[in-house]
């Protein structure tokens, strides 16, 4: 009977070292901070919750493709490069499903801790790296939120709903049209089966007379 291999708590493998594992925080130590030092990263990453805004927005966990570049430079790492976002909504003027890919351009610094720019740089100003990772999600989410539409259209000629039936106008005949009923005689007519639309009293010929 083979011996048990006493276990090793101090060891631990790379993937461990990771942040949980988090696909979008990168692990800069491949890379290093030798200036003009270069990484190319294409992964692809699930979209967390509420990345959207009324109408239109990424569905939680859909996969977002990243194709970046990661350059060291003096002060940071310079992030560039393009990310492809699945959404689906609503048309804003005639409600019919919308489904598209959002194609985005990244480009953003991140700044070495104690960094000038980091050091000269206002909370909210300039992105930080954290320890040895960096985070790409709150970049990609402002990214993402910044440039959903607030009023999607299904197609930019989109004609929007019939304000008497609530069908699509784009469904219907270039002659759909209806009846105009006048209120003031609207329940004679329901009573005597005439035309609400006719003038006149309910029941009144409408032909011109002949002199």
Same mark, same amino acid.
Request: glycine content about 6%; charged content about 30%.
């Given at each position: 009977?083979?011996?048990?291999?006493?276990?090793?708590?101090?060891?631990? /493998?790379?993937?461990?070292?990771?942040?949980?594992?988090?696909?979008?925080?990168?692990?800069?130590?491949?890379?290093?901070?030798?200036?003009?030092?270069?990484?190319?990263?294409?992964?692809?990453?699930?979209?967390?919750?509420?990345?959207?805004?009324?109408?239109?927005?990424?569905?939680?966990?859909?996969?977002?493709?990243?194709?970046?570049?990661?350059? /060291?430079?003096?002060?940071?790492?310079?992030?560039?490069?393009?990310?492809?976002?699945?959404?689906?909504?609503?048309?804003?003027?005639?409600?019919?499903?919308?489904?598209?890919?959002?194609?985005?351009?990244?480009?953003?610094?991140?700044?070495?801790?104690?960094?000038?720019?980091?050091?000269?740089?206002?909370?909210?100003?300039?992105?930080?790296?954290?320890?040895?990772?960096?985070?790409?999600?709150?970049?990609?989410?402002?990214?993402?939120?910044?440039?959903?539409?607030?009023?999607?259209?299904?197609?930019?000629?989109?004609?929007?709903?019939?304000?008497?039936?609530?069908?699509?106008?784009?469904?219907?005949?270039?002659?759909?049209?209806?009846?105009?009923?006048?209120?003031?005689?609207?329940?004679?007519?329901?009573?005597?089966?005439?035309?609400?639309?006719?003038?006149?009293?309910?029941?009144?010929?409408?032909?011109?007379?002949?002199?």
């Amino acid at each position: 009977m083979p011996a048990t291999q006493p276990h090793r708590t101090g060891a631990r /493998s790379s993937e461990d070292r990771r942040p949980a594992a988090n696909p979008w925080k990168l692990d800069l130590r491949e890379l290093g901070r030798r200036a003009g030092s270069m990484q190319e990263l294409d992964r692809t990453a699930p979209a967390p919750a509420e990345w959207r805004v009324e109408l239109i927005g990424v569905p939680e966990k859909a996969d977002v493709r990243l194709q970046l570049r990661l350059e /060291s430079v003096m002060e940071g790492v310079l992030v560039t490069g393009e990310m492809a976002v699945p959404v689906v909504g609503s048309c804003a003027r005639c409600l019919e499903p919308i489904e598209d890919t959002l194609r985005l351009d990244i480009q953003e610094l991140y700044a070495y801790e104690g960094s000038t720019t980091e050091a000269t740089s206002e909370e909210d100003e300039v992105r930080r790296i954290e320890g040895d990772f960096l985070d790409l999600e709150p970049l990609a989410r402002d990214t993402v939120v910044l440039n959903l539409p607030l009023a999607p259209v299904c197609t930019e000629d989109c004609a929007g709903l019939c304000v008497d039936c609530g069908e699509r106008l784009d469904d219907l005949p270039a002659d759909h049209s209806h009846e105009i009923v006048d209120a003031r005689w609207a329940a004679l007519a329901a009573k005597f089966g005439t035309p609400a639309s006719s003038p006149g009293t309910p029941g009144e010929s409408t032909t011109p007379e002949e002199n």
